[in-house]
């Protein structure tokens, strides 16, 4: 370990809950825009007051703009070996799981989680109309048909699982739906905007009084599989799913059984499990199902959001006290 490394402190960062991390205060210095640089966070970079250079021994600071290429970032920490900072590109960072654990008692990662918020939380508000409206069933018709369906949000109760920044911009979006939104959480503290908060643990309590259920929470050892076949048993028949999360939050065969049994009524996914969903799936003949290839965020939206935060990462980073950084990932949560 380089003497760097050795003289900073430690426990002076802390997430954006307010927990302390076993993690030195990251050594303002140059920073690497991997594996492909942009103008757009290059500029973010100069614009904070940072200093672009080759990855190399002189590199402080990395922002990974690739979340498909964990290994390329492997490399990058091993070329540089006094990197104290890394900005990863996405909110969910299980690609990088690894990695943060490895790496986590001397690197401090920050995730775009919150900066996505806005586009994601739209994409799941149309999910949850697009399934109540039975838009799934019709946008596959070839007839006018004669028994009307749907029915309306207004006033509905929602189990949104999850208290990130997409949860609480999807609340502000649904509240003028009158509806009644229960939040499940790993802690039991009240989310503005919501009418009941639960542990995880009280799930299965939840489901049964649910007309939507959004899954908005992070991917980790202890969510993986979260809704399976008792959940989507204990669901009304008439309840919707919409995950805008990851996949593997949710059982893909038990959806695809409980579609197919009536157990529920539609599914809106934006994330599948395997993914690319691949074609021939059950899940795309499946007249419940409404598939959109994760494209909640697309390259267009993510581009500038990332930049800014970006933007504000760097100026925390050059600050040099540990303070001021938006997404810092716990490694002991897994985001």
Same mark, same amino acid.
């Given at each position: 370990?380089?003497?760097?490394?050795? %003289?900073?402190?430690?426990?002076?960062?802390?997430?954006?809950?307010?927990?302390?991390? /076993?993690?030195? @205060?990251?050594?303002?210095?140059?920073?690497?825009?991997?594996?492909?640089?942009t103008?757009?966070?290059? +500029?973010?970079?100069r614009?904070?007051?940072?200093?672009?250079?080759?990855?190399?021994?002189?590199?402080?600071?990395?922002?990974?703009?690739?979340? %498909?290429? *964990?290994?390329?970032?492997q490399?990058?920490?091993?070329?540089?070996?006094?990197v104290s900072?890394?900005q990863?590109?996405f909110?969910?960072?299980?690609?990088?799981?690894? &990695?943060?654990a490895?790496?986590?008692?001397r690197v401090? =990662?920050?995730?775009?989680?919150?900066?996505?918020?806005?586009?994601v939380? !739209?994409?799941?508000?149309?999910?949850?109309?697009?399934? &109540?409206?039975?838009?799934?069933k019709?946008?596959?018709t @070839?007839?006018?048909?004669?028994?009307?369906?749907?029915? %309306?949000l207004?006033g509905?109760?929602?189990?949104?699982?999850?208290?990130?920044?997409?949860?609480?911009?999807? &609340?502000?979006?649904?509240?003028? =739906?009158?509806?009644?939104?229960?939040?499940?959480?790993?802690?039991? !503290?009240?989310? /503005?905007?919501?009418?009941?908060?639960?542990?995880?643990?009280?799930? +299965?309590?939840?489901? *049964?009084?649910?007309?939507?259920?959004?899954?908005a929470?992070?991917?980790?050892?202890?969510?993986?599989?979260?809704?399976?076949?008792?959940?989507?048993?204990?669901?009304?028949e008439?309840?919707?799913?919409?995950?805008?999360?990851?996949?593997?939050l949710?059982?893909?065969?038990?959806?695809?059984d409980?579609?197919?049994?009536?157990?529920?009524?539609a599914a809106?996914?934006?994330?599948?499990?395997?993914? /690319? &969903?691949?074609d021939?799936?059950?899940?795309?003949?499946?007249?419940?199902?409404l598939? @959109? *290839?994760?494209?909640?965020? @697309?390259?267009?939206?993510?581009?500038?959001?990332?930049?800014?935060?970006?933007?504000?990462?760097?100026?925390? =980073?050059?600050?040099?006290?540990?303070?001021?950084?938006?997404?810092?990932?716990? *490694?002991?949560?897994?985001?």
């Open positions: 370990m380089s003497e760097q490394h050795q %003289s900073r402190g430690h426990r002076a960062v802390v997430t954006d809950e307010g927990r302390p991390l /076993p993690v030195g @205060t990251p050594a303002p210095g140059a920073i690497t825009i991997l594996p492909t640089p103008d757009l966070h290059e +500029d973010a970079v614009q904070a007051g940072g200093a672009l250079a080759d990855l190399g021994g002189d590199t402080r600071g990395i922002v990974w703009l690739d979340a %498909s290429d *964990p290994d390329g970032l490399r990058a920490l091993t070329t540089a070996p006094d900072w890394v990863l590109p909110a969910g960072v299980d690609a990088f799981a690894h &990695l943060i490895e790496h986590g008692d401090l =990662f920050t995730s775009a989680k919150g900066a996505y918020a806005e586009p939380a !739209e994409h799941a508000l149309a999910l949850t109309l697009a399934t &109540l409206r039975v838009l799934q019709r946008a596959r @070839t007839s006018w048909g004669r028994e009307p369906e749907g029915v %309306s207004y509905r109760s929602i189990v949104l699982i999850g208290a990130g920044g997409i949860a609480l911009e999807y &609340l502000r979006l649904v509240a003028p =739906f009158d509806v009644r939104v229960t939040v499940v959480r790993r802690s039991a !503290e009240a989310v /503005p905007g919501a009418e009941r908060t639960v542990t995880t643990d009280q799930l +299965d309590e939840v489901l *049964p009084g649910a007309d939507v259920v959004v899954v929470a992070a991917m980790t050892s202890g969510t993986s599989g979260l809704l399976g076949a008792h959940q989507f048993a204990i669901m009304p008439h309840a919707r799913l919409v995950n805008i999360a990851r996949g593997g949710v059982d893909t065969d038990a959806l695809v409980a579609l197919r049994s009536g157990s529920i009524a809106g996914l934006d994330v599948t499990d395997p993914e /690319p &969903l691949p021939g799936h059950p899940l795309w003949d499946e007249p419940g199902a598939i @959109t *290839p994760h494209q909640a965020d @697309t390259p267009e939206m993510v581009a500038p959001l990332l930049a800014e935060r970006v933007g504000a990462n760097v100026a925390a =980073f050059l600050r040099g006290d540990g303070t001021g950084f938006i997404g810092v990932v716990d *490694p002991a949560a897994g985001y």
